[in-house]
Each structure stands twice: as C-alpha cells, then as structure tokens.
C-alpha cells in the first residue's frame, strides 16, 4: 500500500513527540525518500500537515513556474520552506513536532492522525472530528 488512509488517535508525550501509526511507517517505507518527512502548519485548517519530501519537491517545482518578484511567490515561498520542519521517524517511530506547531492546531495531550491519501495530518481529535463531519455535510462535496 502507498496511500496514508484512516485515523489513529494517539498521545503526544512530554518531549512533544507524537507516534506515527504503525500503518503509516509501513506507507513511508514503500514511498521513495522514505526516511524524509516534513512538517508544517496547514495553511487550510488548524492541524500539522506531514508530507514525504517528494511532496516537497513537486511544490517547489510548481513554485518555479511562478515569478519570484509577485508577492503571491514570496507568501507562498514563505509558508513552504519557511516554515517546514525536516523530521525523521525515531526507531520507535516516533517523531517531535515543534511547541509553535502543536500550538497552531491546539494539542495539547491527545492527537488524531488522519491519512490524506499522499500525506497525512496531525489534529486535535474533536477538530479532526468536527473536520470530518463538516467534510460529509458539505453538499456536493464530490462523489465517495
């Protein structure tokens, strides 16, 4: 499998480190840069954004199409490699997330991370409830 797919609740614990679910470790060693992942603050929701480098790259490669004296480049150039953070999954799997981060999508003790297809995320659980319920009553939403 190459797709991050459901949601796993775990607990952050007081290094601020959170567990990657065992599915989703599983999914990072069969993508290509497997041990390279990135985080950073969604610029959709209240939640952490985890992507494989891979997905890095392509951003970047779509950025280089853009002028670099618009100022639409600079806020986005801004948001992608300026607020990313590298991180690479401990033996254990488990990865630290930045105080700032945590603090963006309101974490404090438990977390749910919910597979997004080609990355997953990290949210407070009752946000990442209330994300999925707004998602199915959203009409018209596409066809699932």
Known sequence: MDQFLGSHVTRLDTKGRISIPSPFRTVLKTIQDAAGIVLRRSHLHACIDVWPLAMLEQSKLRLAQMDMLDP??????????????????????????????????????????????TYFQIWEPDAAERRLNNAYARPNSGAA
């Open 72 to 117: 639409a480049y600079d806020d986005i150039a801004a948001r992608l490699f300026g607020d990313s953070f590298p991180a690479e999954p401990d033996k254990d799997g488990r990865i630290v997330v930045p105080a700032r981060y945590l603090q963006h999508a309101g974490v404090t003790e438990m977390v749910t991370v919910t597979g997004r297809g």
